[in-house]
Each structure stands twice: as structure tokens, then as C-alpha cells.
């Protein structure tokens, strides 16, 4: 979820039981006592929780749900900063990317290196991740998944119908498949007008455009000549011209619901992040059979992501806590957590043995982009620049999508929003 993962809010703890051959087991007297603050609130989200949520109090771990509204994790920041400030923190707190670094340089987060060593985690956890979740060498945030955003999800059906034999392997044909999408009568690109969902396809556009070494150089170390570029013109060129296949309802819609549009052979095709996978599991649809996923046309080899962590406040239960810790970082909680979300745990060489083929896709995508170092933040999900520079470009990006701004205007003033916040 993201991830700025979007929707109203369920807040919660979350939990593993652990097998019975689980070194760290608790005994049946074992208690304890955790408050979790987190966002997730779509079906399959919801139902990853749920998993967590009972295995946990199996291990007499008492779980209490801090409910915050809202979305995308803005208001669970300020709720949880006024209970840190008057002295009540959560056990615990799900937090995206530069939150983490802003937490951790306040000194609120306990140091969970000891944890760490003795787990091994600098030889399991992605090096682009631990950029995030360590500071000045000592860890802070405990990951549970790494998602990515640049995907493509389709359903089968509708391709069928529309004459479609394959996925289509570049942006080319994934613009001649909108079309046929459209003569055959369906939506072609399911799609909320929410500005975080729109920077989302923007992801995928720059990567396919111009490459992973492009984004980078453009979308996270933010240089001028490469935000105000040919490149990017094209990139923006190509976001103003799905809109015409999006909609006319598509304004404030959810991005579980444009999803549904997909699962329910509504709409032939979203761009969407892999949370989209948990509400096609929670559907109890087949990828193959029900619906293809694809990476975005043109960026196969690369995965821009977002990875939710938990970080770990100062509180009395230190022995609930670290229970929490060890099984949030263990292959098994990972692989049965991230079976339901719809995302990749965050751990290298867990087995993907129970994923189904898209869950496989998305462990084997990600081992190969940690490989060859093309694994990188994503703008659109808080994980390549800071929040006042993101949310520039979320405007910016959402009124070149609606053409109230021309590609070269649009180019220009993301260079100019970068110089800016500088």
C-alpha cells in the first residue's frame, strides 16, 4: 500500500505465528502488549492484516488497533505526532521512506541494530532499502515488503474480446492495445483522478522513456538538464495522451476501485502498483487466466519501489516489541504476509513457493534489480525525493495529464520545483 497508499484508514498491529519449528517461538504463558498506528484498509490489504492480527495473539501478544482516517499516511504522521509529543507513543508505527529519516534525525525511534546483527538483516535486506531504514549506520526501521509501481494489470477477458492475442511489450503497442480496447466497447485504462495515482503512471513513463539510468539522474538526483529535456518532454507527451482513455468518472476514484474495474471486466487495462495484486488475490482471480501483470512496457529488468516498515518507539513493553521485531523479520511472516498483500518481502531468498505466478514475478524482478543496481525509489510513492518536492510534482504532473499545461511547460517547471526546495 502504499505505499502513499491511498484510501481511508484501518490502523493496526501486525503479527506472525511462528511454525512450530520457529526458533524464537513463545511459549503458551507468553504475553505482552503492542499498539501498531497503520493505514491499510482494501480488501486484500485488510486481509494480510487479519493473518497477522491472529497469529500474533497466538503467541499472547495483546493487539491494539490505533485507527487513523484518512489516507496515504499524512494524517497517521500527524496523529502520531501529537501522541509522541505528549508522551503516549505506539509500540509501533507502519512509516514510508523520508518519514523514516525524519523520525530517526529526531532521535524518537529505538535503535534495533542489536536485533539486526543477531538476524543478519545487512545480508538480506536490499541495499536500496537499507537507505532508508538505517541511520548513521544503526537500523531504525524493520521493512515487511517492497512493492513497486511500475506495473501494468489486465484482464484477459477483455483483452480477448478486444482482438488482443498477447501483453504488449512496448509503449507503442500498449497504445495500439488501448485503442483496440476502446473499439471493442470497455474501458481502456482504468485509472482515479487522485495526483499520487497519476505520478504513479508518471513512473513508469519516465523509466520506459528514458531508461533507469534517465530516471534516476531525472526523479531522484533531480538534475536540471535532465527534468527539463527532450526526454522528458516525450515522457510527458505520453502521459497527456492516455487520457483520452481514461473515463469521464474518474475524478477522486480510489485506486482499489479502478482496480475493480479490472477484476470485474469493466476496463481492459491499470497502471498500478502490485498492491493492485491483493485485491486480484482477495478476488480469487488466476493470473494467466483471470488477468495478465506486466511490467509498464519498456521497463522490464528495472522495479521502481516503496517498502512499508515498521519503525519502534520508546515505550515500557520492550519484550512485546522485540517479539514484534524478530517476527516481522522472518522469512516465514514475510512470505505468508506478502502472499495476501500482493508485494515482495522485503527479505532476499525467500522462496516463492506458495506466490502465485505474479507474486513469483515480483520476488525474481526484484533479486534481479538489487543485481544490477537498477532498484530504485519511487517518485510517486515517497521513496526518490523529499515530500515538498513530490508533492510539486504531483501537481504538476496531474495538470500536464489534463492538458492544463503543455509537455515543455511541464518539463520546465520540474526543474523549476526542484531548484526550488533546494
Known amino acids: 500500500m502504499k505505499h502513499p497508499i491511498p484510501a481511508s484508514v484501518l490502523a493496526s498491529v501486525f503479527a506472525f505465528a511462528c511454525a512450530s519449528a520457529c526458533a524464537h517461538a513463545a511459549s503458551p504463558g507468553a504475553a505482552g502488549d503492542v499498539q501498531v498506528l497503520h493505514w ?99 537500523w531504525v526501521a524493520a521493512p515487511i515488503d517492497v512493492h513497486s509501481s511500475n506495473w501494468v494489470w489486465a484482464n484477459k477477458a477483455v483483452l480477448e474480446r478486444s482482438g488482443i492475442a498477447r501483453a504488449p511489450a512496448d509503449w507503442d503497442a500498449f497504445v495500439s492495445d488501448l485503442d483496440k480496447v476502446r473499439k471493442a466497447g470497455f474501458v481502456p485504462l482504468a485509472a482515479g483522478g487522485q495526483p499520487w495515482q497519476i505520478a504513479t503512471m508518471f513512473d513508469g513513463i519516465v523509466l520506459s522513456t528514458g531508461g533507469p539510468a534517465f530516471y534516476r539522474r531525472a526523479l531522484i538526483d533531480l538534475e536540471p538538464a535532465a527534468l527539463d529535456s527532450p526526454t522528458m518532454r516525450i515522457a510527458f507527451t505520453r502521459l497527456r495522451a492516455l487520457r483520452p482513455y481514461v473515463d469521464g468518472d474518474y475524478a477522486n476514484r480510489d485506486w482499489n476501485v479502478a482496480t475493480g474495474m479490472v477484476i470485474n471486466g469493466r476496463a481492459g487495462f491499470q497502471m498500478m502498483g502490485d498492491w493492485a495484486l491483493g485485491e486480484f488475490n482477495h478476488a480469487g482471480r488466476v493470473p494467466g487466466k483471470d488477468y495478465l501483470c506486466l511490467r509498464t512496457p519498456g521497463t522490464q529488468g528495472s522495479v521502481t519501489f516503496n517498502s512499508d516498515a515498521f519503525v519502534f518507539f520508546k515505550v515500557k513493553d520492550r519484550a512485546a516489541q522485540e517479539r514484534m521485531v524478530e517476527d516481522v523479520m522472518t522469512p516465514e511472516v514475510q512470505a505468508r504476509f506478502n502472499r495476501v498483500k500482493g508485494a515482495a518481502p522485503a527479505l532476499l531468498g525467500v522462496s516463492s513457493a506458495g506466490f502465485n505466478a505474479c507474486g513469483a514475478k515480483a520476488i525474481a524482478d526484484l533479486a534481479e534489480a538489487d543485481r544490477n543496481a537498477t532498484l530504485m525509489g519511487s517518485m510517486s510513492q515517497g521513496y526518490a525525493v523529499a515530500p515538498a518536492i513530490q508533492h510539486a510534482f504531483y501537481d504538476i504532473v496531474a495538470r500536464a495529464f489534463d492538458g492544463e499545461i503543455s509537455p515543455s511547460e511541464a518539463a520546465v517547471q520540474l526543474a523549476a520545483a526542484a531548484r526550488a526546495r533546494y
Not at 493473518?51 to 497517521?76: C, F, K, M, N, Y
Not at 503516549?88 to 529519516?101: E, S, V, Y
Open 40 to 138: 491499510w484498509t482494501a480488501g486484500g490489504e485488510a486481509a494480510a492484516l487479519q493473518q497477522l492480527e491472529s497469529t500474533l495473539r497466538a503467541q499472547g501478544v495483546q493487539w491494539r488497533d490505533v485507527p487513523i482516517a484518512g489516507g496515504g499516511g499524512a494524517q497517521a504522521m500527524t496523529t502520531l505526532r501529537a501522541r509522541v509529543l505528549s508522551g503516549d507513543p505506539p509500540t509501533a508505527a507502519q512509516m514510508l521512506g523520508f518519514d523514516i529519516r525524519d523520525w530517526a534525525a529526531q532521535g524518537a525511534l529505538q535503535d534495533l541494530t542489536p536485533l539486526a546483527r543477531s538476524g543478519g538483516w545487512a545480508q538480506r535486506v536490499p541495499k536500496a532499502l537499507q537507505a532508508f531504514d538505517m541511520r548513521d549506520g544503526r
